[in-house]
Nanobody, 113 residues
Framework: QGQLVESGGGLVQPGGSLRLSCAAS????????ITWHRQAPGEAREWIAT???????IYTPSVKGRFTISRDDAKNTVYLQLNSLKPEDAAMYYC???????WGQGTQVTVSS
């Protein structure tokens, strides 16, 4: 059974950048639709980006133009580049295979001066 593991989170100042990774084992990421989500304390988990096997992407409006989802097939990893970070971007970030009902441990992003 496949597994996704998120990493790359951390503490960054407003306006800063981070690159999150979503590494897959047990299945080729390039054949699947992969989504990124985030959940801030006390709030519902929200979808933020999707990457299709052919390379098409879509983003929620609040991150469009600042975040970029991409994939490295050789590393079987999907990335989420976070630029121009704002305090409201602080959350636990998760990746997920579309249609899956399971979640990984996530990676924490903190945006603070």
């Amino acid at each position: 059974q496949g597994q996704l593991v998120e990493s790359g989170g951390g503490l960054v100042q407003p306006g800063g950048s981070l690159r999150l990774s979503c590494a897959a084992s047990g299945f080729p990421l390039g054949e699947e639709i992969i989504t990124w989500h985030r959940q801030a304390p006390g709030e519902a988990r929200e979808w933020i980006a999707t990457l299709w096997p052919g390379g098409a992407t879509i983003y929620t409006p609040s991150v469009k133009g600042r975040f970029t989802i991409s994939r490295d097939d050789a590393k079987n990893t999907v990335y989420l580049q976070l630029n121009s970070l704002k305090p409201e971007d602080a959350a636990m970030y998760y990746c997920q295979e579309a249609g899956s009902t399971t979640w990984g441990q996530g990676t924490q992003v903190t945006v603070s001066s």
